[in-house]
């Protein structure tokens, strides 16, 4: 089977610093990826490097079937791939739904892009807070109107990163159902960086594990923690003992 995302040998530069060394992986149509690593490994380079906002120096990127390498952020969204931002990055003083309708305008008018706000909002339980000013809401609302955002560009893949941290363990799970809702229900693969190991063991079904820039370990939940590689840079001793 031909893979949704194809990346080969990607590798990018910050200078003299190499956040991502020969990155290679696939990721099928429907699947939903963990990726994980210690602070710096790589994760929102990646992210970063897969959505456009960062240029990767070597290596492929083939969404879709096409080349993505080179592309800007919206042209990789109207591809359908889209991420959303680490410590969310929704526009201030704005309400929730004008926000949202921002990621529909690349691909809709402004008068379908309303219609395709709201229906995003409803998708992930927001649309009652549709009016609120984006400053008045709560974390696990700001992280939910981050993933709305990113489905009104109507994507085939979103790229997540860190959506649940600083969330309670309740809201946590409330979040985790929204996500595998939307794989479940409409299709879309996910791939997921976070720190909750609980989140992340619970909802991948494959597991990329980043470390100083290298991919060392690809593989089920279940075989990413038992890898001593992975436990020694990441998952610590602790964990290996569950
Ligand atoms: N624009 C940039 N210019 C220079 N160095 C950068 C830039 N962006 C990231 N880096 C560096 O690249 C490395 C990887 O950073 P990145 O943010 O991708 O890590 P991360 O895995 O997302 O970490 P965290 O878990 O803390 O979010 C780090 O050493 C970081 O300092
Ligand atoms: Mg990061």
């Known amino acids: 089977m031909t893979a949704l995302l194809d990346v080969a040998g990607v590798t990018v530069r910050f200078g003299g610093l190499t956040a991502l060394s020969d990155v290679t992986f696939n990721v099928q149509s429907g699947e939903i990826v963990g990726l994980i690593g210690p602070n710096g490994a790589g994760k929102t380079t990646l992210f970063n490097s897969l959505a456009g906002l960062t240029r990767p120096t070597e290596g492929r990127i083939v969404f879709g079937g096409a080349q993505m390498k080179g592309l800007r952020p919206h042209r990789i969204a109207r591809h359908g791939m889209t991420k959303t931002f680490q410590n969310t990055a929704l526009f201030p003083g704005m309400s929730l739904r004008d926000n949202v309708v921002i990621g529909a305008l690349c691909r809709a008018s402004l008068k379908d892009a309303r219609g395709i706000a709201d229906e995003c909002l409803a998708k992930v339980g927001l649309l009652k807070d549709a009016d609120s000013d984006v400053d008045d809401l709560t974390f696990p609302q700001k992280a939910l109107g981050e993933v709305a955002r990113a489905l009104a560009t ?41 720190h909750h190991m609980r989140a992340i063991m619970e909802l991948s079904e494959r597991i990329l594990v980043l470390n100083f820039g290298k991919l060392i370990a690809n593989g089920t939940p279940q075989q990413v923690s038992a890898d001593p590689q992975v436990i020694a840079a990441y998952l610590g001793s602790s964990h290996a003992a569950h």
Do not use: F, H, N
């Open 154 to 194: 109507g994507p085939k893949l979103v790229l997540l990163d860190e959506v649940m941290a600083a969330l309670t363990p309740t809201e946590m799970t409330a979040i985790m159902a929204s996500l595998r809702a939307l794989r479940d229900r409409d299709g879309i693969t996910l791939m997921i960086v976070e």
